[in-house]
Structure formats: structure tokens, C-alpha cells
């Protein structure tokens, strides 16, 4: 997978260099290309930003720059890439989207600042891409590099031969719609808090049920609209009794 990240703010995409995504750019799981958008600037200011028509607070991010940028970066190679726009007022990513998005060659993150991208760059980005524009919580964030980065390890994790161990990818929260449990190590006291005795007793099928109440409970107290969205038949006649 190519992964392109354009922002006035590259070094924040450094965090991309380290660790998991590293190792994984290390072993060309993934090939990354962070663009500084002032690159596409032709002014001595180098401005990327501009008020807005119609008045209001912020700047608007100026279409000439993002449209030459997106050009060059997304220009026709053997793969069209998913342009996709973080912003708050998105669709939710979640873990469907990062699973969609894993099966993709070729990703490109516009990340905007001040008050957004000037819309006329989506809509004619859209006339020759995919263009998603996604949203990573309710919450108001400076601009798109942080969320770039959140969807960019919820994807990359997902590749074959990134994680050490793939079983994790399909058993961690939200693989079967539910929130994990809690989860234990070493020692098996800890401050007077003993590990729960089923997870000692090595009776596999205990754990499991015991898992799965936990995950059940635990989604029912802090998720409960993802217990009214799992798909009929999920919850057995055991799940039923929680
Ligand atoms: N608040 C923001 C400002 C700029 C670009 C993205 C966001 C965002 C994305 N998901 C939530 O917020």
C-alpha cells in the first residue's frame, strides 16, 4: 500500500517513521510520502489560506494550492488512490472503514487547517478519485494531521505480515462488535487485587464464556447502541442470560 500525506505541518506526520508503522515501511509493507502543501504555493508569503466568502470567523484553505497539489501527488499512476479528508463534519471511521480502506493500493490524506478546504477541492477531486470525507469523534480538533495519523495505524495495522501476531487484528474490540474485557498479567496478586480464579483454572471453555460475558457487560454499561447493532443471531441463548 501507498499511503501520501499532504499538510502544512509535515514533521507532525513524523510519528509515521516510528514503531509499528516503521518496522512497516521497513519491510515495504507500505511506502509513505509526507508533501508540505506550501510546496504549491507561488507567492512570496507562500499563503495557503484565504477569508471566507460570506464572512464568519477562521481562514478558508485556498483551492488553487490544494488543487495543484493534489495534481501532482495523486496525478494518474497505475492506481487511482482514495483521497480522503479528514474533517468534523465527516461520516465516522470506525473499524468497517479501516477494513475497507486495508484492501486499497493507494491512499492519499488531505489534512486541512483553520476552518476546512475550500469545498470546490473535494468536488472536483471527486470527478476523477474516490474522495471520502471522514470524521474521527465528535470533538474539534486544529487540523486533519492527528486524525490522519489515527486512521493510518487503524489501516496499516490491518496488512498482512505488519502485526506480529495476525489473530490479534480479528480478536481485538470491535472485530465481533463488542468492547473487549478487561484483561490480566502477571503478578497474580497485585496490591491486594488477585487475577480472577477462571482465568488460572486453564478450563478453556470457562475463559471463554467468562470473556465473553465481560465483553458483553462491558459494552452493555459504556456502548449499548452496539449491542442494538449487532447482527440478528449474534447473541446465543448464553449471551441472552447476561
Ligand atoms: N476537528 C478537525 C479539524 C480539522 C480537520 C479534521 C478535524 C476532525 C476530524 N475528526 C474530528 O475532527
Avoid at 43 to 68: F, I, L, T
Amino acid at each position: 500500500m501507498r499511503i501520501d500525506v499532504i499538510t502544512i505541518f509535515p514533521d507532525y506526520l513524523n510519528p509515521l517513521r516510528e514503531a509499528l508503522l516503521g518496522k512497516a515501511i521497513e519491510r515495504e509493507r507500505i511506502s509513505v510520502g509526507v508533501h508540505d502543501l506550501r510546496d504549491w504555493t507561488h507567492d512570496v508569503h507562500r499563503a495557503v489560506d484565504d477569508s471566507p466568502y460570506g464572512g464568519g470567523p477562521g481562514m478558508v484553505m485556498k483551492p488553487d494550492v490544494w488543487g495543484e497539489a493534489l495534481d501532482e501527488v495523486c496525478s494518474p499512476q497505475e492506481a487511482t488512490p482514495r483521497l480522503v479528508v479528514p474533517t468534523p463534519a465527516g461520516r465516522p471511521f470506525d473499524q468497517k472503514t479501516a477494513v475497507r480502506w486495508s484492501k486499497d493500493p493507494w491512499l492519499v490524506f488531505a489534512c486541512g487547517r483553520y476552518e476546512g478546504i475550500d469545498q470546490r477541492v473535494i468536488d472536483d477531486a471527486a470527478a476523477r478519485m474516490p474522495v471520502e470525507e471522514v470524521s474521527i469523534g465528535d470533538y474539534v480538533l486544529v487540523g486533519g494531521e492527528v486524525a490522519a495519523l489515527t486512521m493510518i495505524e487503524a489501516v496499516v495495522r490491518l496488512l498482512p505480515g505488519v502485526l506480529g501476531n495476525p489473530l490479534s487484528a480479528e480478536q481485538d474490540s470491535f472485530s465481533d462488535g463488542l468492547l473487549e474485557g478487561p484483561c490480566y498479567t502477571r503478578p497474580e496478586v497485585w496490591r491486594g487485587r488477585p487475577v480472577p480464579d477462571v482465568l488460572r483454572s486453564g478450563n478453556h471453555a470457562a475463559i471463554d464464556r467468562w470473556r465473553r460475558d465481560q465483553a458483553l457487560e462491558r459494552t452493555f454499561h459504556r456502548r449499548p447502541e452496539l449491542l442494538a447493532a449487532l447482527p440478528e443471531g449474534d447473541l446465543d441463548k448464553a449471551d441472552r442470560k447476561q
